[in-house]
Structure formats: structure tokens, C-alpha cells
């Protein structure tokens, strides 16, 4: 059926082409097709059903509206019950041609156990503000692993904004969200971030003082990239002392080499 | 045997309390060493991690080194662990090698020096990196890495923790070593094109789910990639594009491209003395003006994916744009130690120097495998940055450089 302005300019093309006797532009039709299959597609079925969607995302770069289309109608599948492997499907092509426009769709998995990881496959990829909002958001109203992989996401993002939240979250009692929020302090790498992770390094749990002090090494890492050499040779210094690991207080010697110009 | 040590090892009960010891220590036979062996204060100490058929091989090749004790092997299927135990017990003669399903408990032990892995492409960077981060060296298995950022990311590690890192790769010098000799030494002129062909990319895989053997952990297998149902296909072993491998499947690895790309370009790229950069440009078949999938060099050299090779093909009179040269110092750069890529691997890490398949080398290796399977991907020409190692403009082939890992997975 005519969905839009697109299709509809397609088509007639396509007719105008078959009268003047050239080959007709029959993609339009087979990607509706591929559409209708996706609807109830799954694993186990022939995936070549979905190739014409594939073919007019390739097709579709440097046309905006042709790619603004094909995310609209993919975001729209997110919205009903098709199954699993379609929803990550359709998750892996947004990862490529979403936009702000595709994260409301792309949000409302964020808290869904099994389709989670590949809305975060979509949004952490997106440089789209909207969609590291979206996991920022998600974030306090998930739990467990599915807050951990929101929580990694933010980290790969490096989210600033997140900073508040993430350091509240150095107390939490699921471990794993306490050693991904610490990782993901690491890469935002801030002065702040900075701070958080200095304390936290101090009184962490023995059985989270590898993750302390890596977030803590990271974090250094990233403020020699920024340029901020003081304060990433302040970690340095703090990560050289006696009760570290040998193998971070080598680290910890190599970054202070680094951020003297030496190596 | 778990993983986790269960008893007071000489190397830990040194590091805990000192040499002067305020009790009497019995030093046994073992710790000491003998004809055959060095002293254990004198070995690697080393584990495995990923022992299918590759890994094991691999294993075997580390066991034969006397400098080496083997401790502990790893892997998610309870056939691979087994067989590989019973590979170190033979060679020592005893039951005493641990086994563990899940790396890190390798990991979290401070009495290993380094590991050796041969996992599935998927979880290299991420078992490399826990490795690395915990004071371990690591031997991996080609290709390098399941994306370009995961490649760079484990350079970085390797290089802040002070680590040595090997890949694996042993065709660079052992079987393309005499003609990349060639190249380096100008014997066959100024180079401007060459040719490897390692195969094809992998697909997507919607194979339909099975029942889960009691011999694997699926979950684990997964890993980081997105989830989906088990099927044997996905995750054996399997050689080839057939569909039978995880070699076959985009979520797991690169195809061809990167496993045979890792010997091929591996190959190429040392001869022609690329090793340390990469392409600026990319331009994958077109069934038009472009037969192959093409790599440009700055130095005007342009790598073709077709032809077999590597080989090589010397400017006939000037070419504009081709400042090539050959590069002779690496004439000298070679397999240290004894016994090829291993025995590298351990000279490094007693001496520090960087190994001769460098992670850093590996890595520029893998990308430009990584490079090609995102040009057939997007079916266009790809301009390439090489040094901030990023696509200038492209917004779309820049979202393909990495993956965003399952929960709790992260880098």
C-alpha cells in the first residue's frame, strides 16, 4: 500500500521506466515484501526473506528521506508483538540508519530482559543526544544485568551527565552494577569521575578492588588524553603506592612516564 | 580440578612471606627443577584458554617448551577441557592441571604468567584484556579481534599494563617469510600492487534453535555477541564459509576475510613494511570498473583481494603516486628464542622486547580485514584514516567499528 510520499514517487517512476521499455525499478516492492515477512519472521526461517531491506539500506545512503523512511517503518515492527529475532533485526539495521526519530521505539525495549542488549546495539551506536537520554533515563527504572549492560553502554558513550547517578551507584549492593558503574566513571573520565573513583579505590570490597582500581587507572587514562596531566598524574601516584598489585603499580609507573613525556 | 588454586603455591608462599622464612620449608624436587627443567622460580607459568582443536594445538607446541608450566586449562565445553587436561597430565606425568569452565577464574589466579588462547573471534578482545589487566601475558590466536575498536582497545591495554602480547599468524614468516624477503630487500623492484586472497565475509546466521547439550555452556559460548538460540552450526569449530562454523557467522567472526586475512595481509602488509599503518582507502568489487575489493595506501601501493597470494607486481616505469620504497630494516625483524611464533612468545616475555606479531601489528593486520568486510557490507568506496583510525565524514561505516556488548560484558 502507498505509506509515503517516497513510495508513492517510486512507483511512478517504476511505471514511467516500464513504458519507456527500461528494466523496472521492482525493489520497492519486494522490500513491502520483505516487510510483510519480517512481521512474523524467525529463527529458523530463510533470512534471505529480509534481504531486500538489507539491499535498500545500502541503497538508501546519501538519500536522507529514503533512510528516514526505512527507519520509520523498522521502528514501527518494534511497536508490535513480532517475534524475537525479527525485533533483533530490525535492532541491528536502526544500529546503522537510526536516528532521534527511531529512539522512542528503540527506549521502550531498554527494560525488556531479552531484547535490551539489542536496543543498546542501536542506541549506543546512534550519536543521536536522544539516545544515550534514553539509556540515561532507563537506567534508575532497570536492575540487575540489563542495568549493567544500560550502565556499559552509558561508560562506552562516555555520558558525563550520567556522573551523579553513576557515583550513587558505587553503593549499590548488586556488585556487578557497582563494578560497571566504576568502569563506566573510568571512560567518562572527568575531574569528577576522578574524584568518585579516588574515594571509592579506597574503601572498596576485596572482591572489588581490581575493578576499583582499573576504573581508577582508566580514568587517568582519559584525562591524559584530555589534557589534563595533573590530575592524571595524581592517579598515577595514588595507584603507585605499596598495597596495589605489582602489575598495577606498573601500570600506574608506565602512565606517570607517559604523562612526564617519557616512555 | 577448578581453576582456583587449592594450594599453597612456592611461587605464592615466597611473595606472601618473604625469603627468610620463619618456618622450615621443604623445597621439593619439582620446585627445584632438574635435568629437563628449569627451577620453578625460572618458569612460565601458563594456562590455556579456548582448547578446541586449534587451541590444543597451540597448547601442545607451549608444552614442549622445558621453560613452560602448563596449570590450568579453560574452556566452555567439558570435551575441550578434558582433552586438554589430559594432554598437560601426560606431559607431566601427574594429575595436577586444573580445569575451569569459566576464564575468570584464570584470571583471578596471581600465580599464572601468561595465557594462551584460541577462543572462538568474539571473545578475544575481552579474555585478552581481563588477561592483561590482571599482570598476565597473552598468546592469541588469529585474527586479532571481532572489530577495530576491540583490536585498539587491546593494544592499549598491552601497552598501559606493560604486557606482552603475541598474536598468532605463523604463515607471515614461515610460509610468505621467503618472498617477503624479496620485497624488503628491492630484489623485485619498486612494488605497486599486490594481491591476497584470504576468502570471503561471513553472514548473518538464523540457524533454529536445539535443545542445549549438558556439555556446553551456551551462555558462556555467547559471550558478548547478541544472544541467540543454540544450534551446533553456530558454534563448532568448523572450517570455512559453509554454514557448519562459527567462521561462517558475522556475530562470532570476520569469515575468511579475517581468518585467512590474517595470515594473507598479515603476510602482505610485513613484506611491504605496512604493518604499523593502513589503507586510506577501500573500494570493494563493483561488478563494473572494480573486479575486486581494492585497499589504497598512502605510498600509492594498492593491495587487491583476489589472485591468490600474496604476490606481488612491480611498477612498470613511473607511477604518479607511488612513493613505495622498500623497506630493508626489516630484514632484521624476526622470530626471537627457539621454536617459531611460541618460542617468540616466551623470549618476550622473559625479556620484555615486543614480540615479531606484536599486538600492535596484529591489529592494523585485523583492520584491514575489518576494513573489507565493512566496504562488501556497504556495498560502496570507504575513505580510511589511519592514524585516528576512523572514517573522515561517514557517520554510517564509523557505527561499524565496534559492537555494543551483551550485558554484563563490557571491554
Known amino acids: 500500500m502507498f505509506k509515503t510520499t517516497s513510495t508513492i514517487i517510486a512507483l511512478l517512476t517504476a511505471s514511467i521506466l516500464v513504458c519507456c521499455g527500461l ?7 519486494d522490500v513491502d515484501k520483505a516487510f510483510d515477512a519480517l512481521k512474523t519472521y524467525d529463527w529458523g526461517q530463510d533470512r534471505n526473506l529480509l534481504k531486500p531491506i538489507d539491499d535498500a539500506i545500502v541503497g538508501s545512503h546519501g538519500d536522507a528521506a529514503a533512510q528516514k523512511d526505512l527507519a520509520s517503518r523498522l521502528a514501527e515492527v518494534l511497536k508490535t508483538d513480532a517475534p524475537q529475532a525479527a525485533k533483533d533485526f530490525v535492532c541491528r539495521k536502526l544500529s546503522l540508519i537510526g536516528s532521534a526519530a527511531s529512539v522512542p521505539a528503540l527506549a521502550g525495549l531498554l527494560p525488556d530482559e531479552k531484547l535490551s542488549h539489542m536496543a543498546r546495539y542501536a542506541l549506543e551506536r546512534m550519536p543521536a ?21 544500560v550502565i556499559n553502554s552509558l561508560g562506552v558513550r562516555r555520558d558525563a551527565e550520567s556522573t551523579a547517578s553513576l557515583v550513587a551507584l558505587l553503593a549499590d549492593a548488586d556488585k556487578e552494577v557497582v563494578s560497571a558503574a566504576a568502569a563506566a566513571l573510568g571512560e567518562i573520565g572527568s575531574p569528577e569521575a576522578a574524584k568518585a573513583l579516588g574515594d571509592f579505590q579506597k574503601k572498596a570490597p576485596e572482591a572489588l578492588r581490581p575493578a576499583a ?6 580514568c587517568a587514562e582519559r584525562l591524559l588524553a584530555d589534557g589534563k596531566k595533573a590530575e592524571a598524574t595524581a592517579i598515577y601516584k595514588a595507584l603507585s603506592a605499596g598495597e596495589q598489585p605489582k602489575h598495577v603499580r606498573m601500570a600506574a609507573m608506565r602512565g606517570m612516564l607517559s604523562a612526564t613525556g617519557k616512555k | 580440578m577448578s581453576c582456583k588454586p587449592t594450594r599453597l603455591t612456592r611461587r605464592r608462599f615466597l611473595k606472601t612471606t618473604g625469603v627468610a622464612a620463619a618456618v622450615p620449608y621443604v623445597i621439593t624436587s619439582a620446585a627445584l627443577g632438574g635435568e629437563d627443567r628449569p627451577p620453578a622460580s625460572e618458569r612460565i607459568v601458563m594456562a590455556g ?3 578446541g582443536g586449534r587451541g590444543r594445538g597451540d597448547l601442545g607446541a607451549f608444552l614442549g617448551h622445558k621453560e613452560v608450566q602448563v596449570v590450568a586449562v579453560c574452556d566452555v565445553r567439558k570435551g575441550a577441557q578434558n582433552a586438554a587436561k589430559n594432554m598437560v597430565d601426560k606431559r607431566y606425568g601427574n594429575q595436577d592441571c586444573a580445569v575451569c569452565t569459566d576464564f575468570r577464574e584464570v584470571v583471578a589466579r596471581d600465580d599464572i604468567d601468561a595465557i594462551v588462547t584460541a577462543a572462538p573471534d568474539h571473545w578475544h578482545a575481552l579474555l585478552s584484556i581481563a588477561a592483561m589487566k590482571s599482570g598476565k601475558d597473552v598468546f592469541c590466536e588469529k585474527p586479532l579481534s571481532l572489530t577495530i575498536k576491540e583490536g585498539r582497545a587491546m593494544v592499549d591495554t598491552a601497552r598501559s599494563y606493560g604486557r606482552i602480547f603475541s598474536c598468532g599468524s605463523q ?6 617469510g621467503r618472498l617477503a624477503r624479496e620485497v624488503q630487500s628491492g630484489k623485485l623492484g619498486q612494488i605497486h600492487k599486490c594481491f591476497a586472497d584470504p576468502g570471503g565475509p561471513p553472514r548473518p546466521c538464523n ?6 547439550p549438558d556439555d556446553i555452556d551456551w551462555d558462556l559460548w555467547l559471550g558478548p555477541a547478541p544472544w541467540a538460540p543454540y544450534h551446533p552450526f553456530r558454534c563448532s569449530a568448523a572450517y570455512g564459509l559453509g554454514g557448519r562454523g562459527f567462521r561462517t557467522w558475522r556475530d562470532y567472526s570476520g569469515g575468511m576475510m579475517t581468518d585467512w586475512g590474517g595470515h594473507k595481509f598479515g603476510g602482505a602488509m610485513f613484506a611491504l613494511g605496512l604493518d604499523h599503518t593502513g589503507p586510506v582507502e577501500i573500494i570493494p568489487p563493483d561488478g563494473k570498473d572494480h573486479k575486486w575489493l581494492m585497499y589504497k595506501f598512502e605510498c600509492g601501493i594498492e593491495m587487491y583481494v583476489g589472485g591468490g597470494g600474496p604476490r606481488y607486481e612491480a ?5 604518479p603516486g607511488l612513493t613505495w620504497e622498500p623497506p630493508k630494516k ?9 621454536g617459531g611464533l611460541p618460542g617468540d612468545f616466551l623470549y618476550c616475555v622473559k625479556t620484555r622486547e615486543l614480540p615479531f606479531r606484536d599486538v600492535e601489528y596484529a591489529h592494523r593486520v585485523a583492520t584491514v580485514c575489518h576494513l573489507g568486510n565493512i566496504a562488501y557490507e556497504l556495498k560502496r568506496p570507504l575513505k580510511w584514516d589511519p592514524v585516528k583510525e576512523e572514517f573522515p565524514g561517514d557517520d554510517q561505516a564509523n557505527r561499524m567499528t565496534w559492537r555494543p556488548m551483551r550485558q554484563p560484558w563490557r571491554l
Not at chain 1, 543526544?129 to 549492560?149: F, H, I, L, S, Y
Not at chain 2, 540457524?207 to 542445549?212: C, E, F, R, T, V
Open chain 1, 23 to 29: 528494466p523496472a525499478v521492482a525493489a520497492e516492492a
Open chain 1, 129 to 149: 543526544a536522544e539516545a544515550v537520554k534514553a539509556m540515561r533515563d532507563a537506567m534508575p527504572k532497570v536492575k540487575g544485568r540489563v542495568k549493567v549492560g
Open chain 1, 213 to 218: 582500581a582499573d576504573a581508577y587507572l582508566a
Open chain 2, 49 to 51: 584458554i579456548g582448547m
Open chain 2, 171 to 176: 604463515r607471515v614468516l614461515g610460509d610468505y
Open chain 2, 207 to 212: 540457524l533454529p534453535g536445539q535443545p542445549i
Open chain 2, 315 to 319: 611498477a612498470k616505469g613511473n607511477v
Open chain 2, 330 to 338: 626489516l630484514l632484521e625483524r624476526n622470530y626471537r628464542g627457539h
